[in-house]
């Protein structure tokens, strides 16, 4: 219940523009590797691997608060819905423009493509059952909210074969 509550005080925070932002050089692959020890810590993803191949020397212009929160919202969102004993896999990508794209990506063979215009949206799951009442739905809006405020796009897709990817793309 404190989870929810805080998570609705952040995104009543975000809606009215009031979240402060605070810019800095920000080491990603270290801090996914952080937000990772942290849902594994809260119980979460036992079984599961992470296959961090985010480019070790990338550090991004990012409120380095809110993109811990953002990482571990992904993060445990991918241990809490991927099949057993598989991996959450995180890469980047730079474009010739210069601009980063970070992916998480999880077996969710439970999603189906029509699923994906919702999985932002605020309290929806896909299926309440399958997380055994510990979860309220507010994980991806906090995410994208909090991304959004810094200036990041997100995106979220399904490959045929069942891997949900959540994309973070930073100018």
Not at 26 to 48: E, F, K, M, P, Q
Not at 79 to 98: F, L, N
Not at 141 to 167: H, N, R, W, Y
Request: net charge negative; charged share 20%; glycine share 8%.
């Amino acid at each position: 219940m404190e989870r929810m509550l805080d998570g609705l005080l952040d995104l009543s925070r975000l809606d009215r523009g009031a979240a402060q932002i605070h810019l800095a050089p920000t080491d990603v692959a270290s801090l996914v590797d952080a937000c990772w020890d942290r849902v594994l810590a809260g119980g979460v993803g036992a079984g599961l691997r992470l296959e961090n191949a985010i480019d070790p020397s990338l550090k991004l212009s990012a409120d380095a608060v809110k993109l811990e929160q953002i990482f571990v919202n992904i993060l445990n969102n991918a241990a809490s819905y991927s099949s057993p004993h598989s991996a959450v896999v995180c890469t980047s990508d730079r474009d010739p423009g210069g601009v980063w794209t970070l992916k998480f990506a999880n077996v969710a063979d439970f999603l189906s493509p029509d699923d994906l215009p919702h999985v932002f949206e605020r309290f929806w799951r896909k299926d309440a059952a399958r997380t055994g009442g510990g979860h309220s739905g507010l994980g991806l809006s906090i995410v994208k909210a909090l991304a959004e405020a810094m200036g990041v796009q997100t995106a979220a897709e399904l490959a045929p074969d069942g891997i949900f990817t959540i994309c973070l793309r930073f100018a």
